[in-house]
Nanobody, 119 residues
Framework: QVQLVESGGGLVQAGGFLRLSCAASGSVLSITAMGWSRQAPGKQRELVARITTGGSTIYGDSVKGRFTISRDNAKNTVYLQMNNLKPEDTGVYYC?????????????WGQGTQVTVSS
């Protein structure tokens, strides 16, 4: 099992920035990728960014060029630097890890942290 603790959400004006953190504990050696997804009211959850243990990254189209994901493997922590925030970035941001244990892939989610961008 992997436990996730998120922090860094809040209220910010459009054009501002926030930094999210997510620390993993438990079976961290099984983790192959960490990332963030978000869910706005009335919308489906969508991928924001993901980074593998090797450092490969992918981003959702709407955040490319504004958000940067990074990872501190020694601290089992993933960060999401969000710059030039827009009102449409508002939502609950969930930390997510993907891993493999006993030959089976699993996915774990954090409790979510609210990000609100005012216009």
């Amino acid at each position: 099992q992997v436990q996730l603790v998120e922090s860094g959400g809040g209220l910010v004006q459009a054009g501002g920035f926030l930094r999210l953190s997510c620390a993993a504990s438990g079976s961290v050696l099984s983790i192959t990728a960490m990332g963030w997804s978000r869910q706005a009211p009335g919308k489906q959850r969508e991928l924001v960014a993901r980074i593998t243990t090797g450092g490969s990254t992918i981003y959702g189209d709407s955040v490319k060029g504004r958000f940067t994901i990074s990872r501190d493997n020694a601290k089992n922590t993933v960060y999401l630097q969000m710059n030039n925030l827009k009102p449409e970035d508002t939502g609950v941001y969930y930390c997510n890890v993907i891993g493999v244990r006993f030959g089976t892939q699993y996915s774990s989610w954090g409790q979510g942290t609210q990000v609100t961008v005012s216009s």
